[in-house]
C-alpha cells in the first residue's frame, strides 16, 4: 500500500471505532487544548501588561522616601526649591515634579465625598500625558501664584455634579477651601489610576498651604531617553542622599518602569511555562491512551496482520501502517485541541478585555507535538505488530 491508502485504512480504523477512538484522543484534545489557551492567554495578558505599562511611558521613574533606619520621615521631606535645583542641573531629565497626597472631603451644592488629591506641578504632564475631557490641566502660572483651581477626573466630575453635569469652572470646596475646577481628565489616567475612582490634580504651593502636614516624600520624572532611565534617577536618589545625609541610610528608594516591564515580561513567562508544563501531562495522558488503545489493536487485527505477511507485506509495512495510524490519531486531537483551544481564547480574552493573538509558531508546535506524542507512543504497538510470526498470527482466534 502506499501511503494515501495507509492514511485512508488508518482513518477507516478510526472511524469504525468512533466511541473508542473519542475516548482515546480526549487526553491529547484536552492537552493541546489547554496549551494553546495558556499561551493565548499568556501572550495576551503580557500584552495588555505591557500597553498599560508602556502607555504610563517606559522613561518614567519614581524617588521616594523609604523606611528611613532612624524612622524621622520628616527628616528626609523634600522641599520643591530641591526638586527645582534637581530638574535644572541633572543631566538626562525631562521632567521631575515634587507630588503630595491627600484625601480630603471635596463637596458641590449638590453632593459630598472624599477623594484623593494630589498635589504637583504643571511639568506632571510631560511625564503621565494626561488625556483631558474638558479645560486644561495646571499651568506654571498655577503654580507660581498658588492659584485655588484644580483638575478633577470625570467619575469626581459625575459624583459631585451628575452625570452630564457641567463641572468646568464651576467652584467646589475642598476641605472647606473654595477652589475653581479648571479642567476635567479621563478617567483612568496617571500612575495612580486603577479602577474609576474620584481623583483630582492641585498645584502644589497651594496644596501645601491646603495640607501642611501632608509634606513632599515623592518626585516623579522622567528621563529623555528609556536607555538612560536608570542612570537619572540614580542621580536624583545620591542628590537626595547628599542633601539630607542619608548615604548608606536607605532613606530613599527608585522605581522605574523599564525595570517594572522586565519583572511583568518575566513573571507572565514564569506562570506561563508552569501551567504549559502542568497541560503537557495532559499530552502525554493522551499519548499513554493512544499507545493502550494500539496495543489492544494490534491483539484484535493479529489475523490480519498474519494475512497480510502471508501475501507479502514486509515486517517495516505492517510497522509503518500501525504508525500511521497512531499518528493519525494524535493529529486529530491536536487539530480538535487547537480549535477548542483557539476559540476558548477569543472568549476568555474577549471577557477579560485583553488583547487576542494567535501565533501561527504556537499552532504548528501543538501540530509537531501531537505528532511526535504519536510516533513515540506508537512505536512500541508497532514494533510489536511488525515482530509477529505470521503463521501463529494466522492460527489466532
Not at 267 to 278: C, E, L, N, Q
Not at 301 to 327: N, P, Y
Request: hydrophobic share 45%.
Amino acid at each position: 500500500m502506499n501511503w494515501l491508502e495507509m492514511i485512508l485504512v488508518a482513518l477507516d480504523g478510526i472511524w469504525v471505532n468512533k466511541l473508542r477512538s473519542s475516548l482515546t484522543v480526549l487526553g491529547i484534545i484536552i492537552g493541546v487544548a489547554s496549551v494553546i489557551l495558556v499561551l493565548t492567554l499568556g501572550r495576551g495578558g503580557q500584552s495588555k501588561i505591557m500597553n498599560e505599562l508602556e502607555s504610563m511611558g517606559s522613561n518614567v521613574f519614581v524617588v521616594y522616601v523609604n523606611q528611613p533606619e532612624d524612622g524621622d520621615y520628616n527628616k528626609y521631606k523634600i522641599t520643591s526649591e530641591e526638586c527645582k535645583i534637581m530638574r535644572e542641573s541633572i543631566e538626562g531629565i525631562k521632567a521631575l515634579t515634587p507630588m503630595a497626597y491627600a484625601s480630603p472631603q471635596v463637596q458641590s451644592r449638590r453632593k459630598k465625598e472624599n477623594c484623593m488629591i494630589i498635589g504637583t506641578e504643571s511639568c506632571y504632564n510631560q511625564i503621565t500625558n494626561i488625556p483631558m475631557v474638558k479645560g486644561r490641566f495646571i499651568n506654571q502660572n498655577d503654580d507660581a501664584a498658588a492659584r485655588k483651581v484644580i483638575v478633577i477626573n470625570q467619575k469626581m466630575s459625575d459624583d459631585l455634579f451628575g452625570v452630564g453635569g457641567d463641572a468646568l469652572g464651576q467652584v467646589i470646596t475642598v476641605d472647606q477651601t473654595p477652589v475653581m475646577i479648571c479642567g476635567i481628565f479621563k478617567n483612568g489616567s496617571g500612575m495612580l489610576e486603577g479602577a474609576p475612582r474620584a481623583m483630582a490634580y492641585m498645584p502644589i504651593n497651594t496644596f501645601l498651604s491646603m495640607f501642611p502636614y501632608s509634606g513632599v516624600y515623592e518626585l516623579d520624572g522622567s528621563a529623555e531617553t528609556k536607555e538612560q532611565v536608570e542612570k537619572v534617577a540614580q542621580r536624583v536618589l545620591k542628590s537626595l542622599e547628599i542633601r539630607h545625609d542619608a548615604v548608606g541610610k536607605k532613606a530613599y528608594m527608585v522605581f522605574n518602569m523599564e525595570q517594572e516591564l522586565q519583572s511583568a515580561n518575566n513573571v507572565m513567562s514564569i506562570i506561563t511555562m508552569i501551567i504549559s508544563a502542568i497541560a503537557g501531562i495532559s499530552l502525554l495522558v493522551g499519548g499513554i491512551g493512544v499507545m493502550n488503545i494500539m496495543l489492544v489493536s494490534v491483539t484484535e487485527r493479529t489475523r490480519e496482520i498474519g494475512i497480510r505477511m502471508a501475501i507479502g507485506a514486509k515486517r517495516t509495512d505492517i510497522m509503518i501502517q500501525f504508525l500511521i495510524e497512531a499518528v493519525v490519531l494524535s493529529l486529530l486531537g491536536g487539530v480538535i485541541g487547537v480549535m477548542l483551544g483557539l476559540g476558548g481564547g477569543a472568549i476568555v480574552c474577549l471577557l477579560a478585555k485583553i488583547p487576542f493573538t494567535v501565533s501561527i509558531g504556537i499552532v504548528l508546535l501543538a501540530f509537531i507535538f501531537s505528532s511526535v506524542v504519536g510516533i513515540f507512543f506508537g512505536m512500541y504497538p508497532a514494533n510489536r505488530a511488525a515482530k509477529l510470526d505470521p503463521i501463529e498470527a494466522l492460527r489466532y482466534e
